[in-house]
Nanobody
Framework: QVQVVESGGGLVQPGGSLRLSCTAS????????MGWYRQAPGKERELVAD???????VYPDSVKGRFTISRDNAKNTVYLQMSSLKPEDTGVYYC?????????WGQGTQVTVSS
């Protein structure tokens, strides 16, 4: 069984920073992709950032230069450092582990950017 657990969400003012963490447990293979997605109310889930054990990182233009994804392979943990947060960054942030053609999702953590 594979489990994915996120932590670190909360309320932050515009312009502030927040760091999310995600840890995967169970049978984790050395080749995988871990990523962060978010879903705002009434909108579809969208990619925020992902990081592969082999090919590096991917960011959409909406977060480039503001968000940084990193990982600690020894701990099967991925981090998302978010800076210069905007109200439009508000949503539920989900972590996903992809390996051997399967996707494993966490339960999500709420991030609210508001004054």
């Amino acid at each position: 069984q594979v489990q994915v657990v996120e932590s670190g969400g909360g309320l932050v003012q515009p312009g502030g920073s927040l760091r999310l963490s995600c840890t995967a447990s169970g049978t984790i293979f050395s080749v995988n992709v871990m990523g962060w997605y978010r879903q705002a109310p009434g909108k579809e889930r969208e990619l925020v950032a992902d990081i592969s054990t082999r090919t590096g990182t991917v960011y959409p233009d909406s977060v480039k230069g503001r968000f940084t994804i990193s990982r600690d392979n020894a701990k099967n943990t991925v981090y998302l450092q978010m800076s210069s947060l905007k109200p439009e960054d508000t949503g539920v942030y989900y972590c996903k582990l992809s390996q051997l053609f399967y996707d494993y999702w966490g339960q999500g953590t709420q991030v609210t950017v508001s004054s």
